[in-house]
């Protein structure tokens, strides 16, 4: 404990004070009284810029500085329930969704989250050292209206902890550690009393506040995310991505092959599009190219392509679905290995009740375009309509910045995103207009950001051309 200097007092009125509430002069018309003692004190050191102003005791009394923190704990922090409209308390639970028999609970279905508890709601009394249930409070919190509801103790501590019989009663028990008069400050000044206990910390002063015997455990309806994957009926632009589990029913998209939700029902995985790929594989016995073990890119090398095809003539840059025809295909070892992993769990969806029709948008723009606020609001005037009758999928090509604004959208839109890679390693410097193309051949509509300076948007102004070319409906959105 650091030591006191006594910044508290009781006014002639019985009133609790401040030294910080007087000047020289406006102390000289008060008596003040130690609330530990009741000895006379006197105030010293206002207005000093080399010392703090505080009390000291007028003769040598018997005062116990340890004595004085409690008390002036338990005044302060009465006074603070006492004048406030709320009495806030936040503290470490866990919470978890109360249908325990859903099929996809996952791991994620259980979170530890601190819960927030307004004590002003539940009770309005708030007395000092009162009994209850052969149990002293520092101060117990009531409610004069329902009695029967269980109280809470705040216990203040500065030298002496709760004693294991008060703390195995079940009553509900906050403990707060005051070391000094600041601490006691900090507390009545904060908007909400926070756990900050930290069962590895050996010093046993100095654990910080505790709520113990709260309630750890809530149990309450909740929406989670759970993966989605999707197969179109051409059986190519295959996306996966996140849906609310109260949605995972039923299909997103009413003509897609197939849709597959995927829950992860461990810590030590991470869900990507291979796990439905192996699922498909051992269950629809889908093969493709990039499941393949001969399917691969070295470090040195930029971009995967078949090794056997010098040797057995298959295409070097095979379309994925070659597979399906070729003799040499075998799945890769890692695949195999997912295909029986326990903690991935993958189910096949058949409801098509809430589903609707696919509506495929490229959203394509040059690398000097970063600005999401347009990105959005131009987007939003394009699609909002559109949303509301079809399930939007955004196809996006090669520009890294225009794929984060994508996926930003996405995210906050829950829209699908299909994602086409341009082939540099087969195609070379025309892998971008041959990228623009294949998106185009399945694509309802174009919305491109093209700038008005922009020399290096010629990758997007050849999109936007052929797009027109082929009567597919174009947005354009110029920017300086």
Not at 24 to 35: D, L, Q, Y
Not at 83 to 106: E, G, P, Q, V
Not at 258 to 267: A, F, G, P, Q, T
Not at 317 to 345: G, I
Request: aromatic share 10%; hydrophobic share 30%; glycine share 4%.
């Amino acid at each position: 404990m650091t030591e006191i200097k006594y910044q508290y007092a009781y006014d002639e009125n019985g009133l609790l004070v401040s030294i910080n509430d007087y000047d020289r002069e406006s102390s000289k018309s008060h008596t003040f009284k130690c609330i530990s003692c009741g000895s006379t004190l006197l105030p010293r050191a206002i207005g000093s810029k080399h010392r703090r102003a505080h009390f000291y005791h007028k003769s040598i009394v018997d005062c116990s500085g340890e004595t004085y923190l409690h008390k002036l704990g338990k005044l302060l922090i009465k006074r603070k329930f006492d004048n406030s409209d709320k009495f806030l308390i936040s503290y470490s639970a866990t919470k978890s969704c109360n249908n325990s028999n859903c099929k996809l609970r996952h791991i994620d279905c259980e979170v530890e989250e601190d819960v927030e508890i307004n004590l002003k709601e539940f009770y309005d009394t708030c007395t000092e050292e009162t009994s209850y249930k052969g149990f002293v409070a520092d101060l117990l919190l009531t409610n004069s209206k329902r009695p029967n509801i269980p109280p809470v103790f705040i216990e203040i501590f500065v030298s002496h902890a709760c004693d294991e019989n008060k703390l195995n009663s079940g009553l509900r028990i906050i403990e707060i550690p005051i070391d000094n008069e600041q601490d006691i400050k900090e507390i009545e000044k904060t908007k909400i009393i926070k756990e900050s206990w930290e069962p590895y910390v050996q010093d046993k002063k100095k654990k910080g506040i505790k709520f113990i015997n709260f309630k750890q455990n809530f149990k309450e309806p909740m929406e989670k995310n759970v993966y989605r994957f999707i197969m179109p009926n051409k059986g190519v632009g295959s996306c996966l991505t996140t849906i609310k589990c109260i949605d995972s029913d039923h299909k997103i998209l009413k003509d897609s092959l197939i849709e597959l939700n995927l829950v992860n029902l461990s810590n030590y995985r991470e869900i990507n599009i291979s796990y439905a790929l192996c699922w498909m594989a051992k269950n629809k016995f889908l093969r493709r190219c990039n499941l393949c073990e001969f399917y691969y890119a070295t470090m040195c090398e930029r971009n995967a392509y078949c090794r056997l095809s010098k040797k057995y003539g298959t295409p070097k840059f095979p379309e994925m679905n070659y597979a399906e025809t070729c003799r040499s295909y075998h799945l890769k070892e890692r695949y195999s290995l997912m295909v029986n992993d326990r903690d991935v769990y993958v189910e096949e969806v058949f409801s098509i009740n809430k589903s609707k029709n696919g509506f495929r948008v490229i959203i394509a723009g040059s690398k000097s375009f970063s600005n999401y606020k347009m990105f959005k609001e131009r987007c939003d005037r394009y699609l909002s309509e559109k949303m509301k009758e079809c399930a939007i999928i955004i196809i996006t090509g090669t520009s890294m910045n225009t794929k984060e604004l994508i996926e930003r959208y996405a995210k906050s839109r829950s829209l699908l995103i299909e994602y086409c890679n341009a082939n540099w390693g087969r195609y070379g410097q025309n892998a971008a207009y041959v990228s623009n193309e294949e998106m185009l051949e399945n694509a309802d509509a174009v919305i491109a950001f093209s700038g008005i300076n922009d020399h290096e948007a010629t990758v997007t102004n050849s999109l936007i051309k052929s797009a027109k070319s082929k009567g597919i409906r174009v947005g354009v959105v110029k920017y300086e």
